[in-house]
T-cell receptor
Framework: QQQVKQSPQSLIVQKGGISIINCAYE??????FPWYQQFPGKGPALLIA?????SEKKEGRFTISFNKSAKQFSLHIMDSQPGDSATYFC????????????FGPGTRLSVLP | KAGVTQTPRYLIKTRGQQVTLSCSPI?????VSWYQQTPGQGLQFLFEYFSETQRNKGNFPGRFSGRQFSNSRSEMNVSTLELGDSALYLC????????????FGPGTRLTVL
């Protein structure tokens, strides 16, 4: 019940296209859903995050869509660029438990020029 | 503002040895979390320290321990190393407030031979 599932495992998109990564969770106590971006040799960096009281959040080219009833959330990267090529992790936490994040397995995104 | 620093960046040990990793959080941050990242298991939460107290703990054996000092710097210790402990160990700092952003360090790459 602590798991966060993520798909696809890898994704190849043409420059200018839309990248979509999906995540699903079981634990309804989760109340914070961040997405992290990780480049090789670096630690993950927060990209965008959402709480379950909203269904969508947009920051620049990045949008999170959240479906509370389906217990699913997704990351959309509009106008994907080669510089977006990285591994993306979704995560979930019950923040009254501190900073205990459960991460999805990751999606390796490659944006072709 | 300086980011999260981790030392050493790379470490090679042999089975049965013990190792200590260090993490210096962003100035003003009181929460430090530790994660293990492996290709097979992904990112897994080890523990979180807040104001020198362990506030949360993941599902790792007692060989993995940590502590936090009064200046918020944290150390993680792994005793009786096993081959399966080879991983990237990441620490992340935050203010520790609900939904506060976690900032990750670059990690320490531990190889156990």
């Amino acid at each position: 019940q602590q798991q966060v599932k993520q798909s696809p495992q890898s994704l190849i998109v043409q420059k200018g296209g839309i990248s979509i990564i999906n995540c699903a969770y079981e634990n309804t106590a989760f109340d914070y859903f961040p997405w992290y971006q990780q480049f090789p040799g670096k630690g993950p960096a927060l990209l965008i995050a959402i709480r379950p009281d909203v269904s969508e959040k947009k920051e620049g080219r990045f949008t999170i869509s959240f479906n509370k009833s389906a217990k699913q959330f997704s990351l959309h990267i509009m106008d994907s660029q080669p510089g977006d090529s990285a591994t993306y992790f979704c995560a979930a936490s019950r923040d009254n438990y501190g900073q205990n994040f459960v991460f999805g397995p990751g999606t390796r995104l490659s944006v072709l020029p | 503002k300086a980011g999260v620093t981790q030392t050493p960046r790379y470490l090679i040990k042999t089975r049965g040895q013990q190792v200590t990793l260090s993490c210096s959080p962003i100035s003003g941050h009181r929460s430090v979390s530790w994660y293990q990242q492996t290709p097979g298991q992904g990112l897994q939460f080890l523990f979180e320290y807040f104001s020198e107290t362990q506030r949360n703990k993941g599902n790792f054996p007692g060989r993995f321990s940590g502590r936090q000092f009064s200046n918020s710097r944290s150390e993680m210790n792994v005793s009786t190393l096993e081959l399966g402990d080879s991983a990237l160990y990441l620490c992340a700092s935050s203010t520790g407030s609900p939904w506060s952003e976690q900032f990750f360090g670059p990690g320490t790459r531990l190889t156990v031979l």
